[in-house]
Nanobody
Framework: QAQLVESGGGLVQTGGSLRLSCAAS????????MGWFRQAPGKDREFVAA????????RYASSVTGRFTISRDNARGTMYLQMNSLRPEDTAVYYCAIAWRAGVPITATDFGSWGQGTQVTVSS
């Protein structure tokens, strides 16, 4: 199993930006897809973005397309989520995860290892 640690969350005003990081350790993960999910209070966990092991392919939820960018640096063992034009509805705990499979899955059940989450709060 890999250990995943998210960082970079915080409080930002509407229209602002944040960059989340997910540091992976404990197992070689560069062959596997990784992703970001989020969970707002009282809501189910939802897919945000995912990226292939090589970083060459990515997928986004329609709600964040054009505003968020997922990337990874396999040499550093880190995945990122650049979030621009943030909105109050983006407020949630953001989790990173590893899929332990090829391709670019978007379903939470395809992901086997999860971080502890980082809070993102967007004020109006």
């Amino acid at each position: 199993q890999a250990q995943l640690v998210e960082s970079g969350g915080g409080l930002v005003q509407t229209g602002g930006s944040l960059r989340l990081s997910c540091a992976a350790s404990g197992r070689t993960y560069r062959d596997y897809a990784m992703g970001w999910f989020r969970q707002a209070p009282g809501k189910d966990r939802e897919f945000v973005a995912a990226i292939s092991g090589s970083g060459g392919s990515s997928r986004y939820a329609s709600s964040v397309t054009g505003r968020f960018t997922i990337s990874r640096d396999n040499a550093r063992g880190t995945m990122y989520l650049q979030m621009n034009s943030l909105r109050p509805e983006d407020t949630a705990v953001y989790y990173c995860a590893i899929a332990w499979r090829a391709g670019v899955p978007i379903t939470a059940t395809d992901f086997g290892s999860w971080g502890q989450g980082t809070q993102v709060t967007v004020s109006s």
